[in-house]
């Protein structure tokens, strides 16, 4: 960890609080960096948005992807004020950066209300006994599309 580091975490630190003190959404903030210059910040703006999915981290990782103009965030360093919920650490993985940095983890953030080990433990429930009800239907018309991704020839693979 370098100096520079603690500063970038120290922007999302003062994001999760700006965020907060204008009501946007929870006490949440991420910084993205590339090359030692921040491409990306956000913070929650899940209340103020009305959008479930404006989480810090999703809203930067979107900023940076748009900035970069690339669906992936090679050579990218997230900074994240709190250890990332399930959703944003999915949206982390699918971004690929190479390094996460987070200053509270998820044990601090359940003491304030933001407890996302439910979702852990449905994660592992089969989905006929999650608390929210999940049908399958249709997948035989849904393969069909899945075929059709196999054999296109021009797809960009991610």
Known sequence: MTIQDKEFMQRAIDLAKEGMDKNAGGPFGCVIVKNGNIIAEAHNCVTSSNDPTAHAEVTAIR???QHLNDFQLEDCVIYTSCEPCPMCLGAI???RPKKVFYACNKDDAREIGFDDHFIYEEIDKKTTERLIP???????NGIKIFENWKEKIDKTPY
């Open 63 to 65: 900023n940076a992807c």
């Open 93 to 95: 993985y699918w971004a």
């Open 134 to 140: 999940f049908q399958q239907i249709l997948q035989e």
